[in-house]
């Protein structure tokens, strides 16, 4: 069975950076896009980030794109989400995914089948 745990998360002030990690167990996702989602208080969950399964394809929402950068390495099973720049409004659970997802340029989106971690807490504040 598949098991996806997140890291990396914590508190960090604006302009600052945090690097989560993903760790998948069960099967390997060589085959796989992966990515990230977010939910922040009150807010629907969002698509963050996607990866195609050679790396070579990267997927982001508009408000992050050219703060975040998406990587993954197969060896290790493991997805990354570097975050830079950060801003208040960053601040959610990150959640990786695994298929089945939307992975398009224009659409990061998840559904009841999804394969979800459990998330790590990200916050941005002074």
């Known amino acids: 069975q598949l098991r996806l745990v997140e890291s990396g998360g914590g508190l960090v002030q604006p302009g600052g950076s945090l690097r989560l990690s993903c760790a998948a167990s069960?099967?390997?996702?060589?085959?796989?896009?992966l990515g990230w989602f977010r939910q922040a208080p009150g807010k629907e969950r969002e698509g963050v980030s996607c990866?195609?399964?050679?790396?070579?394809?990267?997927y982001y929402a508009d408000s992050v794109k050219g703060r975040f950068t998406i990587s993954r390495d197969n060896t290790k099973n493991t997805v990354y989400l570097q975050m830079n720049s950060l801003k208040p409004e960053d601040t959610a659970v990150y959640h990786c995914?695994?298929?089945?997802?939307?992975?398009?340029?224009?659409?990061?989106?998840?559904?009841?089948?999804?394969?979800w971690g459990p998330g790590t807490q990200v916050a941005v504040a002074t």
């Open positions: 990866i195609s399964p050679d790396g070579g394809s990267t």
């Open positions: 995914a695994a298929p089945p997802f939307v992975c398009t340029p224009g659409l990061i989106q998840g559904s009841g089948q999804t394969n």
């Open positions: 069960g099967r390997s996702l060589d085959y796989s896009a």
